[in-house]
């Protein structure tokens, strides 16, 4: 087993324009406590709660208001697309092993005999390629957030 997932985020924003910019993010498996799929008004995205905890200060920007010493943990929020440098949401995805949760699980289960497993994702829709007759269109991660929560 590696030691670290591997994301591709792909994007069109460039480092010099800040914020979620197109790279690799690495997660270190042992971090790793639970990978779940979200979806919301067609936006895919999969929801990586990590180990381990963080201290808030008060007014905390997950909502809530949170006092001081007030301890939280860590979530990473992957964006899917359907394209690599912009935000389109995938076709509803009706094949389970084809949602954004189960490439991660995979990634984490591969035995690519280094340090490093690339978590890719499969197609959406209904997964059947274009080849086969279908329209189903490869996925991309599109975003990678870290969050603090003091909700975990």
């Known amino acids: ?25 690495l997660v270190n498996v042992d971090d790793i406590e639970n990978v779940a799929d979200a979806v919301n008004g067609g936006v895919y995205t999969a929801i990586v709660t990590l180990k381990g905890i963080v201290g808030l200060g008060a007014g905390h920007a997950d909502g809530a208001t949170v006092p ?27 094949v389970s092993r084809n949602m954004p949760s189960q490439a991660i699980v995979r990634a984490l289960t591969a035995n690519p005999g280094g340090i490093s497993s690339l978590c890719s994702l499969s197609v959406d829709g209904n997964g ?25």
């Open 68 to 94: 001081p010493d007030t301890i939280g943990g860590r979530i990473l929020t992957l964006r899917v697309s359907t394209s690599a440098v912009a935000a389109v949401n995938p076709t509803a995805i009706t």
């Open 1 to 25: 087993m590696a030691k670290f997932i591997k994301f591709k985020i792909s994007n069109a924003t460039t480092l010099a324009a800040g914020g979620d910019y197109a790279r690799d993010v």
């Open 128 to 152: 059947v390629v274009a080849a086969q007759g279908g329209t189903a269109a490869q996925m991309f991660w599109s975003s990678a957030v870290f969050a603090s929560d003091s909700t975990l």
